[in-house]
């Protein structure tokens, strides 16, 4: 047990001068006839009464303690280790095709990836757009509305000429270097694009796949579309995921985008140290110490008292 306020406690020196002088004092003794006969000198009721004396004192000891505020450490808590997860989105032309009976790979991947955000609180999300450049839209943040809000205004159509290209391994080092900007928790790339990439060539793959495996950045690529696997280079991706940990995923419709997100999160789990929490005020034990010695206090008042003479 610690104290708030722990200044107080050499209040206690009055309750213990106070039990101290019940025990030497004499009080007022008065001379009865029977002080002179062969009665024994009552030594074990003197202790009693003095006990009962001390009872006072014990409940000024018991108040001082609690002015002084009793607290204890409350139980380790077990906290959260962040996730920092940059949704890495392809905006190339070619994810405004349609995908399922309505809307465009671009929407679909959208949706799944809201419902990703959604499910997995507390963590941080980042939003990276790519086509021939990338563009951090959003830095990993907790505020997940951020994410939502950003997809109205990141479409394939509203995207300049020169973003039209896909150049995934330039993508994916500029997610490192944000990632690498957050000093705690993992890190993990959802790459979401429907084909393959024209610097994955010469080893391109190999060489980003190593640079992320140094910073210990997991990659799940998810390619859209069922000719994704047609793309040239696009097999670097799994290249990138035995590499890095991570996996590629296929979806042909926007159901099995969603499952996609769903077996992700599995394989991105939550981890959690233990910490040790604030202090927390604990009052019980002198409250029902101080309870008992009342009662005792107020039992002892019938009759286990010296005269007042």
Known sequence: MSFHHPQLLWLLALPVLWGFWQWVRRGHPVVLPFDHGQQRDGRWLRALVNLAGTL???LLAIAVLMLAGPRRPA????ERI??????CLDVSGSMSMPFGTKGSRFEAAVAATKQFCS??????FGLTIFGSEYIHWIPPTKELSAISNATDFVRPNNMPAWMGGTLIANALRGCSKELRRIPEGD???VLITDGGSADFQNGGDRSV?????????RVFSVLIGSGGMAEPGADGLYTIAATTGGKVFTAGDPAGLTAIFHEIDGMQKAKFKQVTADWVDDYTPLAVAGLATAVLLGLSLLGLRYTPW
């Open 82 to 87: 962040l996730n920092n997860i940059i949704l």
């Open 119 to 124: 499910f997995r609180k507390g963590d941080a």
């Open 187 to 189: 890190r993990a790339v």
């Open 209 to 217: 796949a190593q640079e992320l495996a140094e910073q210990k950045i």
């Open 75 to 78: 139980p380790p808590l077990d």
């Open 56 to 58: 006072p004192a014990v």
